[in-house]
DNA sequence: TGGTTTATGTTATTACATAACAGAAGGCGG
DNA sequence: CCGCCTTCTGTTATGTAATAACATAAACCA
């Protein structure tokens, strides 16, 4: 997990394949549950993704989606929007890139959420975290604004790397 | 002012020449006062954003720096990420564009500052409102995190639109 | 005025994302 | 089982966003 600011960040580790193929077979079911269909590239967009704890570019998923040579853009795309749909990742808009929903680790709720995110300038980690917004819901209301969407994305160094 | 939704959208107005000329002064000014150079592209690509009270794609800017054919991209990228740093406008991350912080305006306080984004997917509008974000600090601070930028945005339907 | 720093001009390239359409696979009523 | 419809995938091409690298020019300053 080597970085560009030049540290190592063993910190920053990997999942083992066993929790990761835990959250699969998790993510087939939810699929089923909703009468969608999770099928080899949804799979295995999810797979590439569950693989780094810390959010992924498209175009890495893109390269690594063969074991010979990459997939075409668009079945990673549409993987990504599915994904997304399901609640299963998240978009991180300032870093063009996505992360797994934490919500579904460890056997935590599973519901649809709005969530905030703990980003790492310098390892490029990513911490998921619950948070209400009163002050902005408030402001909402008093414009007449009726919000469907928050994007709440924090940058800065996590602990290990202060 | 058309608009994707196919809506004539007459509420999202653009400020008169003179109101643009006041905050193009006011942005020299701040330059000045802090040993920065406002030069031609950069008031240029000021103008151009103040022309709209919306966000503004970079490539709008772009092509619209001549009056006889577009800038080039780096020029354009540069006056946006200077005035970014000064504080004059807000990168809209979930959009890709830029928007003059209305923190200057109306003669209002010119310090640098986090904001908060109300963005209409129906007309394109954008609402700079400041807010707090307690649990947001005290997640980061249970976490060790240290927060350096906030990206707030809110994405929905202003009141014109709903 | 000459050297240094800062900003711009220019070419080229890289990164990110989707449109459009053809074909395959799954679902379902007959 | 067949035919139809819907959903998903494959593929080509293109559109959109952003930056690297280096040459030139302008401002700053001793």
Redesign the pocket.
Known sequence: MSHACGHDHDHVHTLDSGRIDARLSEARRLCEAKG??M????LRTLELILNENAPV???DVIDRFHPDGA?????V???L??LEQMGLIHRIESL??FVACQGHADGKAVQPHAAAFLLCDCCGSSEEVAVSLPEIDQQASASGFETRRVTLEARGLCKACR
Do not use: G
């Not at 997939?71 to 079945?75: L, S, V």
């Open positions: 969608e269909r099928t080899a590239p949804r570019k498209a175009y997939a075409k853009p668009p079945t795309y549409r993987a929007a599915f063009n890139a």
